[in-house]
């Protein structure tokens, strides 16, 4: 290739981390080759919201090649990494291995079971598109078939969704699918008996939200047993059954639903790099982000732990932010210069409590109510159409231009999706 | 049920024949119950488009709940039809039995691979959305994986593009892809060579879209090689191979997607029924759409073959006729009167030819090009509006209201959707 004389970057993950790696490295002086499994972008922040039915998967899923093609120096790989062969540097794939010069790890994070029993055959997860469809069919699915079925019993365990995990993914989701209850399902089956219908939200700890003041934990909590929520506190999950959650303390909740958003721990690729990994399966990280012994390898995101900083929150403000110092920190190791140690700047926390209420810790203050809920949708608004802004827009694209863009070129997940080899 | 006394009419399949015939039903003094295997309607004639990755399928999908819930005499339940015990007036399911009086089949049609070798196996379907999905979703991949394969046959197989059959659904797909081609994928995949993509179109006859006037004929079959699309008359397929189509003439053409689109036939429900079926599985009618020795039991759509009629084209227009003179025939009956013999009024024939281009056969007259396409453009905006319009907005709602039901509510086809029994 004409452009082989000029430093390979090697971004694996489109995710936060990785699109605003790419970004900070458009138009720059190197060669920059984006690697993900999927085509498209996943705006994981209101991922709840599409197995709640709220939006469609379209909404918040962005073509990859869309987003890059005006950018002369970034192409796209899609290709699943398996590995890395740190002597060679070349990322190993499930297609041909791919050189680099640089590699920023941004892979994110998976469902992280804590060995609970059951929870990998039985439980729904919320940390994929994939798997929010397929939460949101079983949702719909059962209420059909609660509609027809004659024994009490059974209609009552297909009508009960158990939420495992009191943080925000556990609590947005409750308080979104507490509201398609309450009103298009309730209007969709009349002849349901909505007594039936339960929402139970089970938490190990003391209070929901860990890490929020508590005065926002307990409104939090209010709030979503106002919406119809059975709030369990101090509930560990003893094992995930086949229909059916037990608690530690022996309650059985006979259950079709267990959606488990009681953990997550970094990517397995971390484990490609054969150090020993840190806490939840993440990677140990110089305050630089840069992997001890191979300074070529920058690690962003859920996977990456930089070591002098504690452990930050696995959100989307701390992967933009350290994939857009990862590849500057890049750039300047190319210009002679020496990397820069990461620093957050927390924007706050936000998570809604069904429509109209939320709850804000932003800047030191607290709040709640309607107020911290048009603070969340302002921000969610501005993240969205800022990703597009800054990567697009930015190229020159009509916003409605875009949209067709948007909708019409996803590989949306199926598991049979491509049923035929080609070769 | 305190309605129980009302007649019962049972109608089976969402399609244009079933939603027309319940539609004709609403505020009549009859018990209406919808059964389908799915939640939502599909607009057929679009699916080739989302096959094209031109709309989202939740464009072309409206859920069955938010059509009807403003219907008090009508229910839906979702349910997949396996049998009729015809003594017992029973509709039998994967569910509980459903009791009917008067029986509405409009189950619609599957792919007829005519017992080709290897077309079940190893093709394509367009006949439904999870189907069209399965496609949208192939034909990315394969631009995904040409970009890395540095095997130049392999490469080309990879995007060679094979549709079987000229009918409308052929044509229409054939100028789709090429267009998606052309555009889209040529800017996304700036590294591939689009002289290795090939379009080709193989149809058995002697021309294009048999049953319209010779001109329009050969003006599709031009039109369509301007796209870029290659197309093989007088070709006959021998066998559809893995990775490959064999035509009777010895030509193997190396194809990573062979799409069928040659033949369907009636739904596999119409052996219910116990009697000889017609050509291509359809189920004999008299005149009045009815069962012959089961005056109670109606067939429409694709499914239907009502003697003396010659044989109709499987299209919508066609159903939602038979659909609502059905349901009317049924009112009749309940009346005292007796039922009338259906007469299809021909609304004519559309296909288009990429945009821009159609080919219409209205009124007797035959057109092409830019003017015919504006029809076909005007025809399918009326047509879906038409069908919220009338069987939605006509109960009130508002549209941006509808807009939103729309895009909320489905069970998007995914074959491990709902991977765990509740049972």
Not at 94 to 115: E, K, M, N, Q, R
Not at 227 to 245: C, M, W, Y
Not at 357 to 362: D, E, S
Request: no cysteine.
């Amino acid at each position: 290739m004409a452009q082989r004389d000029r430093p390979r970057i090697v971004v694996v993950g489109a995710g936060f981390g990785g699109l605003w790696a790419v970004r900070t490295l458009a138009f720059e002086p190197v060669e920059v080759l984006l690697v993900d499994r999927r085509n498209h972008h996943t705006f994981f922040p209101l991922l709840y919201q599409v197995a709640a039915a709220e939006i469609e998967p379209e909404a918040i899923a962005f073509p990859i090649r869309g987003l890059l093609h005006r950018f002369p120096n970034i192409g796209f790989e899609m290709a699943e990494a398996r590995g890395i062969d740190l002597e060679a540097r070349r990322l190993e794939t499930d297609g041909p291995p791919i050189p680099y010069d640089f590699l920023i790890l941004s892979p994110g994070s998976v469902a992280h079971t804590f060995g609970v029993p059951g929870v990998a055959e039985h439980a729904f997860f919320l940390k994929s598109l994939d798997q929010a469809i397929r939460l949101r069919n079983h949702i719909l699915t059962s209420f059909e078939r609660a509609a027809r079925e004659p024994d009490p019993l059974q209609r009552r365990r297909m009508l009960t969704f158990t939420i495992i995990g009191g943080g925000p993914t556990g609590v947005e989701f409750a308080g979104a699918l507490a509201e398609l209850i309450a009103r298009p399902l309730r209007r969709d089956f009349p002849t349901l008996d909505f007594q039936e219908v339960r929402v139970i939200l089970v938490e190990a700890m003391e209070g929901l939200l860990p890490g929020l003041p508590t005065p926002l934990r307990s409104y939090a909590a209010a709030r979503l047993r106002r919406l119809g929520v059975e709030v369990r506190l101090q509930a560990p999950v003893e094992a995930v059954e086949l229909g059916r959650v037990r608690l530690k303390d022996g309650t059985l909740i006979e259950t079709g639903t267990a959606v488990w958003t009681a953990g997550v721990k970094g990517d397995p690729l971390g484990a490609a790099l054969g150090r020993p990994l840190g806490p939840s399966g993440r990677v140990w990280v110089s305050p630089t982000l840069q992997v001890p012994g191979h300074p070529e390898i920058y690690v962003v995101g859920d996977l990456a732990l930089p070591e002098e900083l504690g452990k930050l929150p696995m959100v989307a403000p701390v992967a933009i932010q350290q994939g857009i110092h990862a590849a500057r920190n890049v750039l300047r190791v190319l210009q002679g210069r020496p990397p820069q140690p990461f620093r957050y700047r927390d924007p706050g926390t936000l998570v809604t409590l069904g429509r109209n209420a939320a709850v804000a810790h932003v800047f030191g203050r607290a709040f709640t109510g309607f107020p911290a809920w048009l603070l969340w949708l302002g921000v969610h608004l501005l993240r969205l159409i800022g990703l597009r802004n800054r990567l697009v827009v930015l190229s020159g694209w009509a916003w409605d231009y875009l949209f067709y863009e948007r909708v019409v070129r996803l590989i949306l997940p199926m598991n049979d999706g491509d049923r035929r080899p080609i070769r």
